[in-house]
DNA sequence: GTCTATAAGATGATAGAC
DNA sequence: GTCTATCATCTTATAGAC
C-alpha cells in the first residue's frame, strides 16, 4: 500500500498525461483509476470531485513550469537561447504522443470549468507572459530585438502564437509548425 | 412540422453555438435537442451518430468562412484592410457569447475525435492559411509588408496566432487581447 | 419527421467494510 | 488508503408507433 502523497502523485501524472491528450472532457475517473491501477473510488479519496483534480492539475503544471523557466534562465544567458529552449520543451510535450500543453488544451474547454480553475488558468497565462515579457524587454535594452509597443503585449502575442501552433501542430500531426512558427516569429523581430 | 433541410439546419446551428462555448465533448444530445425544441431521437433522425453531426459541423462553418473571405476580398481592396476586417469577424464570434472559432476549439479537442472529422479540420486550417498567405504574398509584392521567408510560413503563423488569442481571449473574458495581438503582428510586418 | 420508450453502458460520486 | 457495492443521472443510440 502506497502512502498518501505517492498515490496522489500518481493519480496526477495520470490525470495530466490523458487531459493533454483528450481534454478534461475526454477522460473519466475510470480511464483515470484504469492507467494509475487503482480503483476510481480510491481516486475520490485524494480528489473529491473533479474539479478538485482539475484545480490541483493546473497548480502542479504551472509549478513545473516556474521551475522550468527558471532553469532556462540559469542555463542560457542569451534571450535567443532562451526562448529556443523554451519552445523546445513544448516541442518535447507535442512529440510524446502528440500531447498538447494542459493549460492551453484547457483555456480552450474554458466554458466548462469551474471557476477556480479558470482562475488557475489565468495564473498560469500571466506567468508565462510575463516571462516572455521580461526577456522580450531585455532584448530589446540590449538592442537585438526590435519590435513595437510593450512587452507585455509583444509576450502576449507570442504565448498565444505558440499556444496557436501546438494546437494547429496537433490537428497535423506535425510538431515542426511549432518549430517554424517560433523560428520565423522570432526572426520577424531580430533587430536590423 | 418541419421539413429535412429547415430542422437540419435549426440543429446545426444550436450545435455550433454548444461547440463554440462548451466544446465538442460538452455538450450532448439532449442539451441540444432542448435548444431546438424537439427531442434528442429526431436529432439521429438527422445525424445518425454524433461524429456525422461534429463533421457537418465543420462542413458547414468551412463553407461560411469561405464566404466570409470572399466578401471580405470584394469590400476590401487594401492588405490592411482585409487583415482587419478578418480580425473584426473573428472578434464578433467572442463578443457573442465568449464563443471561440469551432475549428479553434475542435483541434484542441483532436484527441478524441473522429478521423474523416480531423481531416475536415485540416482543410479548415489549410484554407485559412491559404488565404492568408495569398494576402501577405500580396502585401509583400506591393511593398506594404516586410516579413523573411516564405508567406505560408508567415500565414501558418498568424493564423495559429489568432487561434491562440482568441483561446487566451476567452479565458480572460477579454475580447481586446485578439485584436491587441493581431494590431500588433501586424505593425510587426509593416514595411518601413 | 417527430414522437415515446427503452436499451446498454458510462459518469461523477458516496457508504461502509477491511 | 483502498476496496466492493451501489447510486442517480447522463450518454449515445435504436425500435417502432403516429
Known sequence: MMNQSETREKVLAAAERLCQTRGYNGFSFRDLAELVGIRSASIHYHFPAKADLGKALIIRYRQKMETI????????????????????????????????????????????????????????????????????????????????????????TMFGAVEGAMIASRAFNDDSRLVESANWMFAQMAAT
Open 69 to 156: 523557466l527558471l532553469e532556462i534562465d540559469r542555463r542560457e544567458s542569451t534571450v535567443a537561447g532562451r526562448f529556443k529552449r523554451f519552445i523546445a520543451t513544448l516541442r518535447e510535450i507535442l512529440k510524446d504522443e502528440n500531447r498538447m500543453c494542459l493549460c492551453g488544451i484547457l483555456a480552450a474547454e474554458a466554458g466548462t470549468l469551474s471557476p477556480e480553475m479558470k482562475a488557475e488558468l489565468r495564473r498560469f497565462f500571466d506567468e508565462c507572459e510575463a516571462w516572455l515579457a521580461a526577456q522580450l524587454l531585455v532584448g530589446r535594452q540590449r538592442g537585438e530585438l526590435a519590435f513595437a509597443g510593450s512587452p507585455t503585449t509583444a509576450a502576449r
